[in-house]
């Protein structure tokens, strides 16, 4: 009996790219795992029924996800939540450190919870992405130091993206990676 390949949506809204490349890593793991990925920013993503799993991330600004995924979300709750569907978001709060940064930076916000729960993921996490300081006011960075910002620059953790790829894929019951991507 021949086993077709599972299809794969990621479906990303991004505002500086560090989101974008985070979904297209995501999706080039996948593919090497052998399942069918596509790859869409939120605002042309193809039709959810067409795929036997999504994967959604957002970059966060203001504690909330992007609107792009906000409005994918709730125009498709209904087709998300009659399949498998993970969620992922990119912003600062899993680089703060300390105890401020750790307590503001491990609760899931009001407006990102909503979203969570409207599709009901089999699983959520929050990645940390780029935060330069160029640009950026003052008051902003002052904010970002007192909350146990540590750094500046690409804040991503590749090992623990891929380890959450691999439990996506572990729950898909895709098999061990051809080849192994390179992340950005």
């Not at 599972?6 to 989101?19: D, E, K």
């Not at 994967?55 to 709750?77: K, T």
């Amino acid at each position: 009996m021949e086993t077709t390949a599972p299809r794969i949506a990621v479906v990303y809204a991004s505002a500086q790219g560090s989101t974008r490349e985070i979904a297209d890593f995501i999706g080039a793991s996948l593919s090497a795992r052998g399942a069918t990925v596509e790859v869409a920013d939120a605002e042309h993503a193809p039709d959810p029924t067409r795929f036997n799993a999504l994967i959604l991330g957002s970059a966060v600004h203001d504690r909330a996800l992007l609107p792009e995924l906000e409005g994918f979300v709730r125009d498709h709750r209904h087709e998300l939540r009659a399949r498998p569907v993970w969620l992922f978001s990119v912003g600062l709060g899993p680089a703060l450190v300390g105890p401020l940064g750790h307590l503001m930076g491990r609760a899931v916000p009001k407006r990102i919870a909503e979203v969570r729960d409207a599709v009901m993921p089999r699983g959520y996490r929050a990645f940390a992405g780029h935060y330069e300081r160029a640009g950026v006011s003052l008051p902003a960075r002052a904010l970002y130091r007192l909350l146990g910002g540590s750094r500046y620059g690409d804040l991503r953790d590749w090992t623990a993206i891929t380890a959450w790829i691999d439990t996506v894929a572990q729950e898909l019951k895709l098999p061990r990676p051809q080849a192994i991507p390179t992340h950005p």
